[in-house]
T-cell receptor, first 111, second 109 residues
């Protein structure tokens, strides 16, 4: 049973471009969470999704950020018009009910 | 805003020594978890504590949950270089995790 998969592992974008981060949950997991980690800091909750539904997006910036978890395929975290402050590690976690299992993260660098 | 403060922020000790790291919250959580994160990887769950006053042991690691369920500690006995990493506590509530500020532990051989 493969763990949570995230791709790409590293992503470099120039200011103003779009970043798309993908997360494939563990088999059988219907809950997906996205967290952001700035250098030398803990993880900050961004959004909680179930299939085709956003349950809690209280940690998402109001602009430029969106997330989806379609009926088929991976969950996508999309950042439009990236700025340098978006540079961080973005982690996805999936869960069958309560315990969350984390992926290896996508490290986004904005030049 | 729920906030979890961890102390110390950085800790560097010799192999074989004992250490304790702390996680203090301004709020009560339904449960509290401890994670270890290696460089370039996601956090890995070590333990979940649920009941106030609970103590759990995982080999050389001992986890305590405060009576008021607002603070926790992690004690490592006879630290080894393999214990090096970022230790994060996380409060569980409202279907999401609130992570602490982290303790970066380095064990010197």
């Amino acid at each position: 049973n493969a763990g949570v998969m995230q791709n790409p592992r590293h992503l470099v974008r120039r200011r103003g471009q779009e970043a798309r981060l993908r997360c494939s949950p563990m088999k059988g997991h219907s809950h997906v969470y996205w967290y952001r980690q700035l250098p030398e800091e803990g993880l900050k909750f961004m959004v909680y999704l179930q299939k085709e539904n956003i349950i809690d997006e209280s940690g998402m910036p109001k602009e430029r950020f969106s997330a989806e978890f379609p009926k088929e395929g991976p969950s996508i975290l999309r950042i439009q018009q990236v700025v340098r402050g978006d540079s961080a590690a973005y982690f996805c976690a999936s869960s069958p009910d309560r315990e969350q299992f984390f992926g290896p993260g996508t490290r986004l660098t904005v030049l | 805003t729920q906030l979890l403060e961890q102390s110390p922020q950085f800790l560097s000790i010799q192999e074989g020594e004992n250490l304790t790291v702390y996680c203090n919250s301004s709020s009560v959580f339904s449960s509290l978890q401890w994670y270890r994160q290696e460089p370039g990887e996601g956090p890995v769950l070590l333990v979940t504590v649920v009941t106030g006053g609970e103590v759990k042991k995982l080999k050389r690691l001992t986890f305590q949950f405060g009576d008021a369920r607002k603070d926790s500690s992690l004690h490592i006995t006879a630290a080894q270089p393999g214990d090096t990493g970022l230790y994060l506590c996380a409060g569980v509530g409202n279907e999401k995790l609130t992570f602490g500020t982290g303790t970066r532990l380095t064990i010197i051989p």
